[in-house]
Each structure stands twice: as structure tokens, then as C-alpha cells.
């Protein structure tokens, strides 16, 4: 595996993890957003060597073996999905939002996910299903 | 395919950049990597300096905190230190990229990529920063204004790296105030900012003042004049309309993708109104 290669290629191309998209290859948008460590990075400004020691959450995941994790359901449950391109990134975004803050204000949510650009849903949805996930995870 | 290194150390550090002098040194890679991926740049091996622990973190010395080049601006943004001496530099960088983005990028790379519109540069500007270079043999200190030449350019020699960067506790500045102007609200490159501190005596009246403008000009702009025009006087409308003219000729702003010249010239202008109508926050 070349060193320099990119971790988002990493996931889709050799780990066939295809849940993490790649929306602009530059960092302007988010859908390429993993958990390193627990922490949100962006999988497409990352290079395999990076990785070393490192464990990586993606998208495919979260879930336990026979139920969503609980953002997901809220997601689903919420109408937060359009074209579903966004929300792998959305959703990890907003596990690591929870974790550090696991009763955020709807003002919060906007700026945990800020680095997370949806271009069908408007946000509105977004944000209830992460407040309602918040709750479901409590 | 090109060569990867991760040194751990700083002895380590200075042995790859002997070995691979063409090396393309990088903390977050939330700059070199979209150069890269544009093929603006093509090195032949790039060294990564997210290991190299003694890099990171904030030390206080007095009356002067030294900031380590490999802080993430998520780390400095939950630093008791950071937060309580410069919170100008705080509200920057709450304002700057996005999550993700202040969990890889650091300070120091904010710094050496020496974009005039990088966000963390007119807080340090105001709060008169020194950067700290560091070789194998030497180590220097410089005032930041005087490190940063012009657009991407700085007075980095080879096997040189920015270590840390130097901020003196400002005392005696009780008002800050920073606001960026972008296309959003976040993941947004600024068209024009604005960093200011000041002293206001018990009355309002101006005492001391220093602002620093960013996506302005080919580095940070700052201006005597302005700050001269504030002193003495409360911030009232007519005083920060005479100061937005003077910071409108101050500026040199260009026209490209984001925004025109005479749109960032006006909003210089009225990013200094926007002191009496907008949080102007208290430091302890």
C-alpha cells in the first residue's frame, strides 16, 4: 500500500467501505468525514501512512449487529435523508458532536455539523433528528 | 508514489529533512493536500509532523504563553490558557473551517501556509505574536509580522520548521473584537476579517487600540491611523465612520473567485462600523 495514499481511497477502493463519499476532494464539504480516534477528520485530506496505530470509525460502523445506531434510526425517523449522499459524514459529525456535548441546543448542532454541506434537505431535519438522537442515545 | 515519513521526534525530524531536503513538510495537510491533489505542488516526499508530541500543547512563562506549532486549533480552543488570555484568538478560531477541519489543522500551519486570509493571523497580528524557528543547531524568534513576506511566502530556510509561536499576556486590553466575512458561515475562506484589541477607560474612552484586517492585502494589514483616529474618543458613529475611511485606504485588496477589490475595500470600512453595533467583548 503506497504511503501516500489517500485514506478515503483507502476505505472505497481497497476496504470497498463505499459509505464514505467523496464530495469535493478538498475539505470543503464533509462527506469524506470518518472518526479517527473518536474525532471527526476528513478521510480525503488524510494519507494511509497517518493512519499508523490510529482506529477508524466509518459510517459502516455504527450500527450494532441487528439494530441502527441511534442517530441513524432518528435520521430515518425524522425524514433527514433525501439523496442520502450527506449523511454518512452528517451522521458521524454528529456522533462525535454527542460525545463531547450529549445535550446540545439546536444552535449547537448547527455548529457541530457545520462542516457537513447537505444540498436537498435544507438542514431543518437534520438538526430535529440529531436533537431526537440525542435523546434516544440518553 | 511518494515517500511518507512520520517522524516521532524532533531528532528524528531533523534527520528526515537532511536526508529528503525537497521534502514538503505538513501538521493537518489541510492545505498542502488540496495543493496536492490540484497539483500545484509535486514533491518527491513529504514529511508529516502530527507525531512529534513536543510540538504541540501551551506553556505559560510568565507573563509570555508559548504555543506549540503543532496545536490543533481544536486543542487550543479547549485550552483554559488560550481561552482566558486571548480571546481574540479564540473567537477566531471558533470561526475558522469547520469540525473537522480544527481537529487536523494546527497554528503553526496556519501560520507557514501564510494565506493573507488565514484566520488565526490578525488575533496574533494584534496580539503582536513572535514565531519561533527552529533548525537542528539554531533557534530564532521573530516577530510574525515581519516571518510572513507575502502570500504563501515566509522567511522559512531549509531544514527549518516553525516550533512554536510566542504570545505575551496583554494586560490592560479590555475590549476584543473579531468578524469574518465569508460566502457562509463556516468552511468559508474569509473575503475580509477584521482582529482588534483595545483599552477603554472606565468612561468609554478610548486608550489604546491595534486592529489587524486579513483577505485584504498581499499579508495582514495594519494601520497606525486607524488606531491614532480611535484614541482618545468613544467609540461613537461618527469616530468609527472617519476610522472605516482611513481603513479603506489602508487596505489593498485584490479581485478573485470570492469577492472584488471594491467590495473588500468597503466592507474593511465597515467591518470597523460594526464595533459599536456588535459584541464588543469584555477580556477579564
Redesign the interface.
Known amino acids: 500500500m503506497p504511503s501516500d495514499r489517500r485514506v478515503i481511497d483507502i476505505l472505497r477502493e481497497d476496504l470497498n467501505l463505499t459509505g464514505t463519499k467523496e464530495g469535493c476532494g478538498a475539505g470543503e464539504c464533509g462527506g469524506c468525514t470518518i472518526l479517527v480516534d473518536g474525532e471527526s477528520r476528513l478521510s480525503c485530506l488524510m494519507l494511509a501512512a497517518q493512519l499508523e496505530g490510529r482506529s477508524v470509525t466509518t459510517i459502516e460502523g455504527i450500527a450494532s449487529e441487528d439494530r441502527l445506531h441511534p442517530l441513524q434510526e432518528a435520521f430515518v425517523e425524522h425524514g433527514a435523508v433525501q439523496c442520502g449522499f450527506c449523511i454518512p459524514g452528517m451522521v458521524l459529525s454528529a456522533v462525535d458532536l454527542l460525545q463531547r456535548n450529549p445535550n446540545p441546543t439546536r444552535m449547537e448542532i448547527r455548529q457541530g455539523l457545520s462542516g457537513n454541506l447537505c444540498r436537498c434537505t435544507g438542514y431543518q431535519k437534520i438538526v430535529d433528528a440529531v436533537k431526537a438522537g440525542a435523546l434516544k442515545i440518553k | ?6 517522524p516521532h521526534t524532533s531528532e528524528e525530524l531533523w534527520e528526515v529533512l537532511r536526508a529528503e531536503p525537497q521534502a514538503a513538510v505538513y501538521a ?3 492545505d498542502l ?2 495543493k496536492l ?2 497539483g500545484l505542488v509535486d514533491p518527491s516526499c ?1 514529511v ?1 509532523l ?1 507525531r512529534i508530541e513536543e510540538l504541540k500543547g501551551v506553556q505559560e512563562f510568565g507573563h509570555e504563553v508559548f504555543i506549540g506549532a503543532c496545536s490543533t486549533h ?1 486543542y487550543l480552543l479547549a485550552n483554559p490558557i488560550i481561552r482566558s488570555n486571548f480571546p481574540v484568538l479564540t473567537k477566531a478560531l471558533e470561526l475558522l ?5 480544527r ?2 489543522g494546527t497554528i503553526g500551519g496556519n501560520i507557514c501556509t501564510a494565506s493573507p486570509a488565514a484566520d488565526s493571523l490578525p488575533p496574533l497580528y494584534v496580539l503582536e505574536a513572535e514565531v519561533e524557528i527552529r533548525s537542528k543547531n539554531t533557534s530564532r524568534r521573530m516577530a510574525l509580522k515581519e516571518f510572513i513576506q507575502g502570500p504563501g511566502k515566509t522567511s522559512l530556510q531549509p531544514g527549518e520548521i516553525v516550533s512554536g509561536i510566542w504570545v505575551k499576556k496583554a494586560p490592560g486590553y479590555n475590549l476584543y473584537h473579531f468578524e469574518k466575512v465569508g460566502q457562509r ?3 468559508a475562506i474569509s473575503i475580509a476579517s477584521l482582529a482588534g484589541l483595545l483599552r477603554a477607560s472606565e468612561k468609554g474612552v478610548i486608550e489604546e487600540a491595534r486592529f489587524a484586517w486579513g483577505s485584504v492585502g498581499p499579508t495582514i494589514i495594519t494601520s497606525p491611523e486607524v488606531e491614532k483616529a480611535l484614541v482618545g474618543n468613544r467609540l461613537s458613529r461618527p469616530i468609527l465612520e472617519k476610522a472605516a475611511c482611513l481603513a479603506r485606504s489602508a487596505v489593498e485588496p485584490i479581485d478573485d473567485i470570492r469577492a472584488s477589490g471594491e467590495y473588500r475595500r468597503l466592507v474593511s470600512g465597515n467591518l470597523m462600523v460594526r464595533l459599536l453595533t456588535l459584541q464588543r467583548e469584555v477580556c477579564h
Do not use: D
Open positions: 508514489m511518494r515517500k511518507v515519513l512520520l493537518g495537510g489541510t493536500l488540496v491533489r490540484q513529504l508529516c502530527e481544536a473551517g469547520s469540525p473537522p477541519i481537529n487536523m458561515k463556516a468552511l
